[in-house]
């Protein structure tokens, strides 16, 4: 089966992330498109395994096996619990809204670690790119900043809210590279604090539900199996 077949045939979830999902598109922004697919279980009988994520078919459009969505997710990636919280759901069959249902599952303090620990890489290109241009990317930093407040929020909280709701404007100018550098840091290092700080309060577990996570996943793989 190829790639391609496995995402037109067997998608159980799809959203459209980025910036129509945070809440920061403008007329000239893409429409990514994320997905979950389920590989057929006889599939993992062959020598030559499904692949566990395929890029396309079409432009900005990716997909993961849902076994490694599952993964990932538990690792607490930020770009994948990011997905399973997007408001612009596409599709969603019986197995994607159980999946769905299990948000709250992936959901641990590992976030601070890994979303903070994402934000260190993106801060580290960017000062970077200061010193060899003189400017940052004034894109990325604005997707810094969202990150960061994101994090402080789900710790804060418990939960993954993605649309920057009144923020839009002020990290838009950031964006159009209105806000000068020594004050976008400002507010990097600001948010920074206000994570960390969250993290000592924080209402999330300190390990994700694995156990609820790898019974859904084995029941799925099991029906897909009865299926064949």
């Not at 020598?47 to 096996?65: I, L, M, N, T």
């Not at 402080?152 to 839009?168: A, I, K, P, Q, Y």
Request: glycine letters at 6%.
């Amino acid at each position: 089966m190829r790639p391609a077949d496995l995402v037109r045939d067997h998608t159980v979830y799809a959203c459209v992330m980025g910036s129509r999902a945070f809440g920061l598109a403008t007329d000239t922004s893409d429409t990514d498109r994320r997905g979950v697919f389920l590989a057929p279980t006889p599939l993992f009988w062959r020598f030559e395994k499904p692949p566990a994520h395929v890029e396309g078919p079409g432009e900005e459009r990716f997909s993961w096996e849902l076994e490694r969505f599952c993964e990932l997710a538990l690792r607490a990636n930020p770009n994948i619990l990011e997905c399973l919280h997007s408001p612009l759901v596409e599709h969603a069959d019986d197995t994607g809204r159980e999946l769905l249902s299990l948000r709250g599952a992936f959901l641990s303090r590992q976030v601070h670690a890994t979303f903070t620990g994402y934000a260190l890489g993106q801060r580290r290109r960017l000062d970077a790119d200061v010193r060899t241009t003189g400017a940052p990317r004034w894109k990325h930093a604005m997707h810094l900043l969202r990150l960061l407040a994101t994090a402080r929020d789900l710790l804060r909280t418990g939960e993954l809210r993605l649309d920057v709701g009144d923020d839009r404007e002020p990290l838009l100018a950031v964006k159009r590279g209105e806000v000068p550098w020594p004050e976008v840091e400002a507010r990097m290092a600001r948010l920074t604090e206000e994570t960390d700080a969250a993290l000592r309060r924080t209402p999330l577990p300190a390990e994700p539900d694995r156990a609820r996570v790898a019974d859904f996943v084995y029941r799925t793989r099991l029906a897909s199996a009865l299926d064949a």
